[in-house]
């Protein structure tokens, strides 16, 4: 995973990291979790919101013994209320808010949380498709078919939001059930600083042709040359299925790695 400040802004209001818990550890039950999230706010209090976001993120999952998708939920929930004390609390930090993207991967399901633009993409078999949907302005006249593809990304307002952490509606998408991964997934988490400035196709090209680390240098350098205009941030996850031990019963396991 990689975070730029890109070429226009003079701080980066990203934030994205990950946690791996290795095989002995206890909080390995609960998998691998990735989160981007990506604050808004006057004088550095997106960047504050986007940490509080990510640090409460990925301290209330692992701390909940429940599913997947309830210490999801609760880590949110968490998260919202933390944000929305400090700027009731600190006048600087009035009208803080944040995006916020989670994958959680317990064996061999994905769980997902997700409130604002940032985005969470699957490549599967050369197929590459977003898992999330925008809680955008235009990103709702898209899916009301108001707007097509295209106009929905050259839209003036496509940045503005109709739920965030911290925002009065911040209600997250949760996706109740896990989904199956398989062998050689790919699974990108970004901010809109690489999704606004390099379309799809070419992603997935980058993705497709280099390794996980130098394909997020490949995008931030991408989403440099196209303006730099908002910060960048992008994880990319690998899953890889474990050849089973010599002599051992073959059980479906599965290791997940992140860059």
């Given at each position: 995973m990689l975070s730029d400040v890109g070429c226009v802004r003079k701080q980066n209001e990203d934030a994205i990291g990950c946690m791996i818990p290795r095989e002995d550890d206890p909080f390995a039950r609960a998998g691998t979790l990735a989160v981007v999230a990506d604050g808004m706010g006057g004088h550095a209090a997106g960047e504050v919101a986007s940490r509080i976001a990510l640090s409460t993120v990925l301290h209330e999952y692992y701390r909940n013994p429940g599913l997947p998708t309830d210490a999801l939920k609760n880590a949110f929930a968490?998260?919202?209320?933390?944000?929305?004390?400090?700027?009731?609390?600190?006048?600087?930090?009035?009208?803080?808010?944040?995006?916020?993207?989670?994958?959680?991967?317990?064996?061999?399901?994905?769980y997902i949380v997700h409130v604002g633009d940032s985005r969470i993409y699957l490549l599967r078999q050369r197929e590459f498709r977003q898992l999330t949907e925008d809680d955008s302005m235009v990103g709702e006249l898209f899916r009301q078919g108001l707007l097509t593809a295209d106009e929905a990304n050259r839209h003036p307002d496509k940045n503005v939001l109709l739920r965030a952490l911290g925002a009065p509606d911040h209600e997250p998408a949760i996706s109740l059930d896990g989904f199956p991964l398989e062998h050689n997934d790919l699974l990108m988490l970004c901010t809109d600083g690489i999704s606004d400035q390099i379309d799809d196709t070419t992603i997935a090209s980058v993705i497709m042709r280099f390794d996980l680390f130098e394909a997020c240098q490949q995008l931030i350098e991408l989403a440099r040359l196209a303006g730099g205009l908002d910060n960048a941030s992008v994880a990319i996850c690998s899953v890889q299925q474990q050849p089973p031990t010599p002599g051992a019963s073959v059980r479906s396991t599965r290791e997940t790695s992140a860059f």
């Open positions: 968490v998260a919202n209320q933390a944000i929305g004390k400090l700027a009731a609390d600190d006048p600087s930090c009035d009208g803080m808010g944040t995006t916020c993207s989670a994958l959680a991967i317990v064996n061999d399901l994905a």
